[in-house]
């Protein structure tokens, strides 16, 4: 066996279970900050607020005036020790 893979799997719990939830701290990102404290942040755009979410996993997040469209299907980034590192990395076998 010439590679060894390591991983290290983070649990991250559900969008629907974050207790509060911003906008800015990454760049056209919604973070959600869970119980545990625990910040993940998903990936947004901003949309008007007459827009309605069409699939499943789409949700829309809404301030006083302004409207983001958020896809809570896949973590872009997690909060780990006052530093932001990317939830998936992805790998490609060959050389």
């Not at 701290?25 to 959600?32: D, E, R």
């Amino acid at each position: 066996m010439n590679e060894l893979l390591i991983s290290i799997l983070l649990m991250i719990p559900p969008a629907e279970k974050a207790i509060a939830w911003d906008y800015g701290a990454v760049h056209n990102q919604v973070q959600l900050l869970h119980k545990n404290g625990l910040e993940v942040s998903y990936s947004a755009i901003r949309v008007g607020c007459h827009t309605e979410a069409q699939k499943p996993g789409i949700v829309i997040y809404k301030t006083d005036a302004v409207c983001y469209l958020t896809d809570i299907n896949f973590p872009v980034m997690v909060r780990y020790r006052n530093q932001w590192l990317p939830a998936m990395t992805k790998t490609y076998l060959g050389k």
